[in-house]
């Protein structure tokens, strides 16, 4: 998983429920250039947004990080997804980390 690719498919989600970057943002209480900054594959959302985020776009977590719909996940996808996850978690600390030196 990558950034751009889990821009590409919230952007693809975001217009297949006929929503508006705005109208997402205000669902997960961000800013509409903080969901057109994900879209765009400019970092990853908040962790604790995923629940809230996959939410909205009708489908599951695992489903939104492994940017793919499925109905059954076999237990190797299973696995990948978790692995991708803690990669995920590692990327978003690092962010975090670097954003809080930026005076």
């Known amino acids: 998983m990558n950034a751009k690719d889990m821009g590409m498919f919230i952007c693809k989600l975001r217009k297949e429920t006929n929503m508006t970057q705005m109208e997402l943002a205000q669902q997960l209480h961000v800013t509409d250039k903080s969901v ?19 939410e909205s776009l009708h489908v599951s977590v695992a489903e939104l990080i492994s940017c793919k719909k499925s109905l059954n996940y076999s237990d190797e996808e299973v696995t990948n997804i978790i692995h991708n996850l803690d990669v995920y978690k590692m990327k978003s600390f690092r962010q975090d980390r670097k954003a809080d030196k930026i005076p």
Do not use: F
């Not at 057109?36 to 996959?54: F, H, K, N, V």
């Open 36 to 54: 057109s900054r994900r879209e765009r594959g400019i970092g990853y959302p908040d962790i604790q947004l995923l629940p809230a985020l996959s």
